[in-house]
């Protein structure tokens, strides 16, 4: 397995795999997050992690992106370049997708 330089990443999103996540299309979601990604040749800069079920089923699928802290909830594939665009590209949180604590 090749190891990844993360000397330059400047965001991680972290993508619920878990089963009800999973059972919501978090697997596509991930894969389309990824693509979003590379399409915009900013793997260097973005890391993403598969995660296990963050306990937040009933708003899922999750994402968590870091820094900032924020929980983004109800990524469905569809909406995952949305989410790069907006939340790596343009810098801005999502305040629709955004769960509120």
């Not at 990824?34 to 699928?61: E, V, W, Y």
Request: charged fraction near 25%; include cysteine.
């Amino acid at each position: 397995m090749a190891i990844k330089d993360l000397s330059n990443v400047e965001h991680v999103l972290f993508i619920c795999n878990g089963g009800t996540c999973l059972g919501k299309g978090s697997d596509e979601t991930t894969n389309q997050i990824r693509k979003s990604i590379a399409d915009r040749d900013m793997n260097d800069n973005i890391h993403t992690i598969r995660t296990k079920c963050t306990g937040q089923c009933i708003h899922g699928p999750m994402v968590f992106a870091s820094p900032g802290n924020i929980w983004y909830k109800g990524i469905v594939p569809e909406l995952s370049d949305e989410l790069v665009e907006r939340h790596v590209v343009q810098k801005e949180i999502w305040q629709e997708q955004q769960l509120p604590w």
